[in-house]
């Protein structure tokens, strides 16, 4: 796998960041409101969740929210855990739902340094936009690329609004396919 810092960023796939981005941030926050209560009504429907940990991401800006997934999945049993950028790769610190969490690298927010690290079977991700062929665009710096590349076999799930569905995304040799994308309409396998 290629290190994240060598990854030259591709200029198309910036300005297809951009724009669903921009599509993503236009969406009015009612509406989005209930559009999460859809997507955690269809994630937790997939046939995944035997088993733990399961991770998901603090969101951020207009991003799609997988905190009640994850309240929930707590609920049942399962153990969590919240990805922290340490040294240039996701490290994924163990977590439940009202336990403390700090400001992280990239602007997130993640478990203290002092919660015990975990590999996690399943991923939750946050992404920019989708294809459904599975292909994501994050934010450009690789980080769960290289993630679900040394978590394989993990079970992915990119979580998002209808409107960043793109036609395709260039996919490039380090970019990892997820397994189902979900969004407020519809759940897509992928995988």
Same mark, same amino acid.
């Given at each position: 796998m290629t290190d994240s810092v060598s990854l030259a960023p591709s200029p198309r796939k910036a300005a297809l960041?951009?724009?669903?981005?921009?599509?993503?941030?236009?969406?009015?926050?009612?509406?989005?409101?209930?559009?999460?209560? =859809? *997507?955690?009504?269809?994630? %937790? @429907?997939?046939?995944?969740f035997e088993n733990g940990p399961v991770s998901a991401y603090w969101p951020m800006r207009s991003e799609a929210d997988p905190r009640p997934i994850l309240e929930t999945l707590h609920e049942r049993g399962l153990s969590l855990c919240l990805p922290a950028i340490v040294e240039k790769r996701l490290h994924f610190r163990r977590w439940a739902p009202?336990?403390?969490?700090?400001?992280?690298?990239?602007?997130?927010l993640v478990p203290a340094p002092e919660q015990p690290e975990v590999r996690p =079977? *399943?991923?939750?991700?946050? %992404? @920019?936009?989708f294809d459904r062929r599975g292909y994501r665009i994050g934010y450009g710096k690789g980080y769960y690329d290289r993630a679900?590349?040394?978590?394989?076999?993990?079970?992915?799930?990119?979580?998002?609004?209808?409107?960043?569905?793109?036609?395709?995304?260039?996919?490039?040799?380090?970019d990892r396919r997820l397994d189902w994308v979900v969004t407020q309409d519809e759940t897509v396998r992928c995988g």
């Amino acid at each position: 796998m290629t290190d994240s810092v060598s990854l030259a960023p591709s200029p198309r796939k910036a300005a297809l960041r951009a724009e669903a981005l921009a599509r993503r941030d236009s969406l009015e926050l009612d509406d989005r409101l209930i559009w999460d209560e =859809a *997507i955690v009504a269809r994630v %937790l @429907a997939l046939p995944v969740f035997e088993n733990g940990p399961v991770s998901a991401y603090w969101p951020m800006r207009s991003e799609a929210d997988p905190r009640p997934i994850l309240e929930t999945l707590h609920e049942r049993g399962l153990s969590l855990c919240l990805p922290a950028i340490v040294e240039k790769r996701l490290h994924f610190r163990r977590w439940a739902p009202w336990e403390p969490i700090v400001p992280g690298g990239f602007g997130t927010l993640v478990p203290a340094p002092e919660q015990p690290e975990v590999r996690p =079977a *399943i991923l939750i991700v946050p %992404l @920019a936009a989708f294809d459904r062929r599975g292909y994501r665009i994050g934010y450009g710096k690789g980080y769960y690329d290289r993630a679900i590349t040394e978590l394989e076999p993990a079970a992915t799930i990119g979580i998002a609004y209808a409107a960043q569905e793109i036609a395709e995304v260039p996919a490039e040799a380090h970019d990892r396919r997820l397994d189902w994308v979900v969004t407020q309409d519809e759940t897509v396998r992928c995988g």
